[in-house]
């Protein structure tokens, strides 16, 4: 069973930086971070594989960075030059043996003024 508890969000002004980390519990094949603005579908923002590479959203490339921290088993997200466009309340999610992602933290809310 695995387990993801997000961390990290808040407010802050456009152009500014928030990290973002989710604590995770259980063994994981395949990591990312989703997110959903209101009234949009929940969309994906980065993805870390089993084999450490990333992919990442073109609206957020370049600006965000997906890592994973084996010592404090943490998956995290670095979030520089914030937009207004990247509120959203902000998901953790896991997949176990493949990248489906069946298990979801329960948010982070993320708000960017202008």
């Known amino acids: 069973q695995v387990q993801l508890v997000e961390s990290g969000g808040g407010s802050v002004q456009s152009g500014g930086s928030l990290r973002l980390s989710c604590a995770v519990s259980?063994?994981?094949?395949?990591m990312a971070w989703f997110r959903q603005a209101p009234g949009k579908e929940r969309g994906w923002v980065a993805i870390?594989?089993?084999?450490?590479?990333?992919r990442y959203a073109d609206s957020v490339k370049g600006r965000f960075t997906i890592s994973q921290d084996n010592a404090k088993n943490t998956l995290d997200l670095q979030m520089t030059n914030l937009k207004p466009e990247d509120t959203a309340m902000y998901y953790c999610?896991?997949?176990?043996?493949?990248?489906?992602?069946?298990?979801w933290g329960q948010g982070t809310q993320v708000t960017v003024s202008s």
């Open positions: 999610a896991a997949g176990a043996t493949q990248c489906a992602f069946s298990y």
């Open positions: 259980g063994s994981t094949y395949c």
């Open positions: 870390r594989y089993n084999d450490s590479s990333t």
